[in-house]
């Protein structure tokens, strides 16, 4: 009998397919089992590649073929051959990035049937009583196939009355089918909208990349809304790919009220593993109308693909920080350009790549400047300059005063402070010991309620202590202001205010941001006290409010990112103020307001103070302006990682023209969970060259880090966003 040597990639951190032997050709995209070492690993075929060379009688069989399912499609292993390239990331690592966990595990997976239900003859000849509207509803509902999800979209008790009708022979299950198109609530669009949704829909069938650039509550959401009306009535698909913090319960349904017979699918990182998979394979399988998702929802594979969104565009957590470093917008725009249809960039802040692409008409302008909301208009902007100021508990006496007085037009108020925690850290007066974190270039962090002090870089935590480690000095001082703090003082100073505070610890679970947003929606909070949790997305209609804190930080940081995320934060949070009807003020505590990005925001000048910022990178010859790739490496001592760099260094021979390296440095934050970092910053103006030198270095990268000492680990991330 012939074998034939079929190609796998394998969850392995090597570059290369590796051959396996099978009594015929598999497809494409087939998963399998396969012996590796003394594993049995997940592999997945591709016939596109040649295996790294083995001896013939070395080669080991395939010991099973995954085929409950099909192979996975062409279009995804394009897409990952594409990242694992451009990101100079082994593929086989790129692949398994890719897919599910379910899919990575060396083991057959099948989907549980999808069903719809459908009235029987006999189910339709008995209708229920007319006052039963709950019956009545979910009765003409099920004249047509309709999936479980949906008929409980139509009623609540939608799982009782299947289950009766299933057991009286009333209603039957019957093969999955699309449901017909279903489309409630649109809103009638302003001119601007209705330009927007009209130049996007007038491409529709190629590729086209728009970058909508909309004010805070200028409805960029419902242009998406529309456009989405239009591919769904195509018979297509729509990814929507936004940021972790935006994927509320109240986005979501937003969309199902707006397609109640749609399946959307829904993707993040909290999932379970079968609810992934069944996501997944719903936009695989092309049953599933919308995909909305978090970065990771950027390699579902929709056969049928008509539109690509990526809501909030500017948002850093699109960036993957391990393994795969990619950028799931970057990535949407590949996936759209792959696919031969438009992309939509939406934010009031787009990042200043966007803003360049936007410029040299690479990518098409689209402008929301007015609020939607009938009588919505951007808030006033007033700066506080506090080196004139005495503060009470880090709060100047104007701040208190309009806290008090929209307490008493109750109005709700937001207090933004980018701090979690009690405060910022602990320390002795009499010999300056502070609270450092044991692993990490950072201090750790008061927790007052739980009495602790918590690193929020690398998560160690400790008991406060009762006197300074360092000196025995019994006071031991918090410095600074955190959101727990805040509240605290809040709370004594407006004793009659109901205050609510949001930050990562006050919002660990679902529920938790459920009951705050019917809390908030029923008026029953006056201020709320929160981190960036709060800047982005949300709609609290009664908010008339927006007092910023401590902003001063990102000023003069030597991170050259900072200022346009300051301001971009700044633009947001101050835009949920005045969102419906009320008017809206925000108040800036700085010791800098004759600096520039608060001039700006002052103006509501986004795009006066993005082309500065970008006028001063292409001067540093900074992205944008130019393209980085760093190498990182860490190891438990800073030496270590830095000794691997310096050999490096030599042997990379003399740069290309047009290429610079700088380096090696130690990162911004040397010190995280006890590893040291140190890292190689390579840079050009061209972006083919920089990464097709680089990807000529591997093998002698990945060669002298076999030689390096044992814990050093390295990795690269081209478009870094973190140095
Ligand atoms: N054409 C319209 N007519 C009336 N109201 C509208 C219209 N479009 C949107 N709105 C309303 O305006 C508010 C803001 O809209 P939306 O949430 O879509 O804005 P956005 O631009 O996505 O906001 P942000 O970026 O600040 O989160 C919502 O309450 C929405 O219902
Ligand atoms: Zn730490």
Same mark, same amino acid.
């Given at each position: 009998m012939t074998a034939t040597v079929i190609s796998v990639w394998l969850d392995?951190?090597?570059r290369g397919a590796f051959a396996y032997l099978h009594s015929q050709p598999l497809a494409s995209g087939q998963r399998v089992l396969v012996s590796f070492g003394s594993r049995e690993l997940c592999g997945v075929v591709d016939n596109s590649v040649t295996p790294d060379a083995v001896a013939p009688n070395k080669l080991k069989p395939?010991?099973?073929?995954?085929?409950?399912?099909?192979?996975?499609p062409e279009a995804l292993l394009q897409q990952v051959r594409f990242a694992a390239r451009y990101y100079l990331h082994p593929q086989g690592q790129a692949l398994f990035t890719a897919l599910p966990t379910s899919l990575r595990e060396p083991r057959e997976v099948r989907l549980p049937d999808r069903a719809c239900y459908q009235l029987t003859a006999q189910g339709l000849g008995q209708p229920p009583a007319a006052r039963s509207s709950a019956k009545l509803a979910l009765w003409q509902a099920l004249h047509e196939p309709i999936e479980r999800e949906a008929l409980r979209r139509v009623h609540a008790q939608a799982s009782a009355y299947l289950k009766a009708g299933l057991a009286s022979g009333d209603i039957a299950a019957v093969p999955w089918q699309a449901p017909a198109l279903q489309v409630s609530g649109e809103l009638a669009l302003n001119a601007e909208q209705q330009l927007a949704l009209d130049a996007v829909a007038a491409n529709l069938e190629c590729f086209a990349p728009f970058l909508l650039?909309?004010?805070?509550?200028?409805?960029k959401t419902e242009v998406y809304l529309q456009l989405i009306a239009r591919v769904l009535a195509q018979g297509r698909q729509v990814l929507v790919v936004i940021p972790e913090i935006n994927l509320t319960p109240q986005l979501i349904d937003r969309f199902a009220r707006r397609f109640p017979a749609t399946r959307i699918v829904c993707l993040h990182s909290n999932l379970a593993d079968g609810e992934r998979l069944e996501g997944w394979c719903d936009g695989w399988l092309g049953r599933a109308g919308i995909v909305i998702g978090?970065?990771?929802?950027?390699f579902t594979p929709l056969p049928q693909l008509g539109l690509v969104i990526v809501d909030e565009?500017?948002?850093?957590?699109?960036?993957?920080?391990?393994?795969?470093?990619?950028?799931a917008r970057d990535l949407a725009v590949w996936r759209a350009h792959a696919a031969n249809v438009p992309v939509l960039l939406g934010s009031a802040t787009p990042s200043l790549e966007t803003v360049a692409n936007a410029e040299t008409g690479r990518y098409r302008k689209l402008v929301l400047?007015?609020?939607?909301?009938?009588s919505a208009t951007l808030p006033q902007v007033g700066l506080l300059d506090i080196r004139r100021q005495k503060l009470a508990e880090g709060l100047a006496a104007p701040v208190v005063e309009a806290l008090q007085q929209t307490l008493a037009r109750r109005e709700l108020s937001l207090v933004f402070i980018n701090r979690r925690g009690y405060s910022p850290v602990l320390a002795c007066?009499?010999?300056?010991w502070t609270s450092a974190c044991k692993h990490c270039s950072a201090r750790m962090v008061l927790h007052l309620s739980a009495r602790q002090l918590r690193c929020h870089h690398c998560g160690a935590c400790e008991r406060i202590p009762l006197?300074?480690?360092?000196?025995?000095?019994?006071?031991v001082q918090p410095l600074g202001e955190g959101t727990q703090r805040l509240e605290a003082a809040l709370q004594r100073m407006l004793p009659e205010a109901r205050i609510l505070r949001i930050d990562r610890d006050s919002t660990s679970s679902k529920a938790a941001w459920d009951a705050i947003y019917q809390r908030v929606h029923a008026g029953e909070v006056d201020i709320l006290v929160g981190t960036q #949790?709060?800047?982005?997305?949300?709609?609290?209609?009664?908010?008339?409010l927006v007092v910023v804190l401590?902003?001063?930080?990102?000023?003069?940081?030597?991170?050259?990112?900072a200022g346009e995320r300051l301001f971009a934060q700044l633009l947001q949070v101050s835009g949920r103020?005045?969102?419906?009807?009320?008017p809206g003020r925000v108040l800036v505590q700085t010791q800098?307001?004759?600096h520039p990005l608060y001039q700006a925001l002052q103006q509501h000048d986004f795009d006066g103070y993005a082309a500065a910022m970008l006028q001063e990178r292409r001067e540093a010859g900074f992205p944008p302006a130019a393209f980085q790739v760093l190498l990182r490496a860490d190891a438990p001592a800073y030496a270590d990682a830095e000794d691997f760099l310096n050999t490096l260094l030599p042997q990379l021979g003399e740069l290309p023209d047009g290429l610079n390296v700088f380096g090696p440095a130690p990162a911004l #934050?040397?010190?995280?969970a006890g590893r040291e970092r140190a890292q190689l910053t390579f840079e050009a103006a061209s972006r083919p060259a920089l990464h097709n030198w680089l990807r000529a270095q591997l093998p002698l990268i990945e060669q002298l880090a076999r030689k390096a000492v044992r814990g050093m680990r390295w990795s690269l991330d081209v478009d870094p966003l973190e140095m």
């Open positions: 392995v951190p090597l395939i010991l099973q073929v995954f085929d409950a399912l099909p192979p996975l650039h909309g004010i805070t509550g200028s409805g978090t970065r990771l929802a950027v565009e500017h948002d850093g957590s699109f960036k993957q920080q391990d393994g795969l470093r990619y950028h400047s007015q609020r939607a909301h009938g007066s009499a010999c300056g006197q300074c480690p360092s000196c025995g000095n019994p006071d #949790m709060l800047a982005k997305g949300h709609d609290f209609g009664a908010l008339s401590g902003s001063d930080g990102g000023l003069y940081s030597a991170d050259f990112r103020a005045g969102r419906a009807g009320v800098w307001p004759e #934050m040397v010190r995280l």
